[in-house]
C-alpha cells in the first residue's frame, strides 16, 4: 500500500497502483482477465450500466457539490437550437442544437 494515504475507506485501492495512477481497479482488467470472462458469455444480449448522472444525489459529503446543470449554448446573445449552421460557416447547411453541462466529477456516481 503507497504510504500517502494514511486513512482510506475500507475495501479501497487508494494507492494500491502508485502515486500517478489514473485507472485505479481498471489495472486488474488485463487481457488474461478479459479472456477468462468471455468464457461465461451465454447470449449476445447488451444492457447498459450506466445510471443517471444525478445519482444518488445529495451533497451532504460536501455542500459544494451539485447536481449536474444542462444549459443551452448562447451564441450572438441567442439560443443555438435548431440555428442554421451557415451563420459560423456559410458552407453548411446543418442545424444547430448545441448543450452544454457542467457537472461536479465527484457528484455522481
Known amino acids: 500500500m503507497n504510504k500517502r494515504w494514511k486513512i482510506r475507506p475500507e475495501g479501497s485501492n487508494w494507492g494500491d497502483f502508485?502515486?500517478?495512477d489514473q485507472l485505479g481497479r481498471i489495472?486488474?482488467?488485463t487481457e488474461d482477465r478479459v479472456l477468462e470472462a468471455v468464457?461465461?458469455?451465454r447470449t449476445g444480449r447488451?444492457?447498459?450500466l450506466s445510471m443517471p448522472l444525478d445519482l444518488p444525489g445529495g451533497n451532504?459529503?460536501?455542500p459544494s457539490r451539485l447536481p449536474p446543470e444542462?444549459?443551452?449554448v448562447?451564441?450572438?446573445g441567442e439560443i443555438a437550437f435548431d440555428g442554421p449552421a451557415r451563420r459560423d460557416n456559410p458552407l453548411q447547411t446543418d442545424l444547430l442544437c448545441d448543450d452544454a453541462?457542467?457537472?461536479h466529477s465527484q457528484y455522481s456516481t
Open 27 to 29: 489495472n486488474l482488467l
Open 70 to 72: 444542462l444549459k443551452p
Open 46 to 48: 447488451n444492457f447498459c
Open 60 to 62: 451532504a459529503i460536501n
Open 74 to 76: 448562447i451564441r450572438e
Open 18 to 20: 502508485g502515486p500517478n
Open 101 to 103: 453541462m457542467l457537472i
Open 39 to 41: 468464457k461465461e458469455v
